[in-house]
């Protein structure tokens, strides 16, 4: 039975150390679900698409606090 996700559109949490918000240069952090970027600062929630982070402010959509809070939850 073949798996829901390819291993090849995982992304390494490793990598997301290096990567920061295109609009404030500030440190992102890996939604719950593992499918958004999100910066605080900006309040913009990134994509990641086949484990590639869409880092393009065309890409992005607006967060307000509390969606960053649900979508952060557990993540410090």
Not at 49 to 60: C, I, M, N, R
Request: with cysteine; charged share 25%.
């Amino acid at each position: 039975m073949p798996s829901a996700v390819d291993p090849r559109h995982i992304i390494d949490v490793r990598s997301l150390e290096m990567l920061v918000c295109p609009l404030t240069k500030t440190r992102l952090t890996l939604s719950a679900d593992h499918t958004e970027l999100i910066s605080v600062a900006a309040r913009l929630a990134f994509p990641i698409t086949k484990g590639v982070p869409l880092l393009s402010l065309d890409e992005a959509r607006g967060v307000d606090p509390e969606e960053i809070k649900a979508l952060t939850q557990g993540h410090s």
